[in-house]
C-alpha cells in the first residue's frame, strides 16, 4: 500500500550506514510520494522530528533495531512502537520543537549537501553537530537530571522506563516489595 501524504511529513530511513551518529531523517511535502525504502510518519511534529533525531532514540535503535550487513535497519514494530518516550511538560516540549527546528536550520546553511553528506560523520558540518548535540542534552534531560555517560548508559535507562511500561504491576510490586523490606528492617532488633 503507498501511502500518499497530503500535508508536511517526516520520512525515516528503513536502513541507514552504521557509520552515522544520527540517521538522517527528513521533512517531506507533497506532491513528494515516499518510496517503499522510507517509514512515514504524517502529522509530526518538531517536538516528534527532535524526539527521534538524538543520540537517545540512536542508542535505542542500535540495540533493538535490525541489521541490514551492518548497516541500521529502522522498524516501526521493533524501535518505533517500544522506544519509551518521556513525558514533557508542555515548557520541556517547546525547548525539544525549538532545538529540532535548530537542527533544521543548520541543515539549510548547507543548501548544495544532500542528508547523506550532511550526516557523514567525516564531513558533518559543525554547525549542524553543534546543533544536534544541544538537542542530545535537552532530551536527555527529560529522562533524568544526570547526565548519561554513554549510551550504553542510556538503554539500561531505557531499558528499565520499557521494563515499567510494559509490566507496571512488576515495577509497582518491586518498590512495593522495597518498602515492606524497608520496614521490616526498621521493626527487626540487632
Known amino acids: 500500500m503507498t501511502v500518499i501524504p497530503d500535508g508536511s511529513f517526516l520520512v525515516i530511513p528503513e536502513v541507514s550506514s552504521e557509520r552515522r551518529d544520527y540517521i538522517p531523517i527528513g521533512w517531506l511535502e507533497p506532491p513528494t510520494i515516499p518510496s517503499n525504502l ?24 542500535s540495540h533493538i533495531g535490525g541489521r541490514l550487513k551492518s548497516d541500521y535497519r529502522y522498524s516501526i514494530g521493533l524501535v518505533y512502537n517500544t522506544f519509551p518516550w518521556p513525558t514533557a511538560t508542555d515548557t520541556q516540549r517547546d525547548r525539544i520543537s525549538a532545538l529540532a527546528e535548530a537542527v533544521l536550520t543548520a541543515r539549510t546553511n ?81
Open 110 to 190: 548547507h543548501p548544495t549537501s544532500s542528508l547523506a553528506q550532511l550526516y557523514d560523520p567525516l564531513t558533518m558540518p559543525a554547525d549542524l553537530r553543534a546543533a544536534h548535540t544541544a538537542l542530545d542534552r535537552a532530551v536527555d534531560r527529560l529522562y533524568r537530571a544526570e547526565p548519561f555517560t554513554s549510551d550504553r548508559d542510556r538503554v539500561e535507562h531505557l531499558f528499565t522506563r520499557y521494563a515499567a511500561l510494559v509490566d507496571p504491576l512488576a515495577t509497582t510490586g518491586a518498590r512495593a516489595n522495597t518498602r515492606i523490606a524497608r520496614a521490616r528492617a526498621k521493626a527487626t532488633p540487632a
Open 38 to 61: 522510507v517509514r512515514v510518519m504524517l502529522d509530526a511534529t518538531p517536538y516528534d522530528f527532535g524526539l527521534l533525531t538524538n543520540r537517545m532514540h540512536m542508542a535505542w535503535l
